[in-house]
């Protein structure tokens, strides 16, 4: 049973923008906080963002300013707004809620 799918993934332009989404099951959603990761190749994952059940937001020091977390609990999917992309925010964003772990969705940022 699948509990956590990424979405919104692709090529995108130097200074451009993506949307990502994490579709999560209703037990998961309503009860836990939403995080995201990335793995870049070569490296280890990392932490993005973290949105709590109630709306409260943890950012990591390199995306601050540029990416926005946010969730909507009538459809239980969380959201990662990625604005001003610089090639190296290309990497596999990862969503997680209650440690289950989506399957990841390609970011390339790349002119």
């Known amino acids: 049973q699948v509990q956590v799918v990424e979405s919104g993934g692709g090529l995108v332009q130097p200074g451009g923008s993506l949307r990502l989404s994490c579709a999560a099951s209703a037990r998961i959603f309503r009860f836990f906080t939403m995080g995201w990761y990335r793995q870049a190749p070569g490296k280890q994952r990392e932490f993005v963002a973290s949105i709590t059940t109630d709306g409260i937001t943890k950012y990591a020091d390199f995306v601050k300013g540029r990416f926005t977390v946010s969730r909507d609990n009538n459809q239980t999917t969380a959201y990662l707004q990625m604005n001003s992309l610089k090639p190296e925010d290309t990497a596999v964003y990862y969503c997680?809620?209650?440690?289950?772990w989506g399957q990841g969705t390609q970011v390339t940022v790349s002119s």
């Open positions: 997680v809620g209650a440690q289950f």
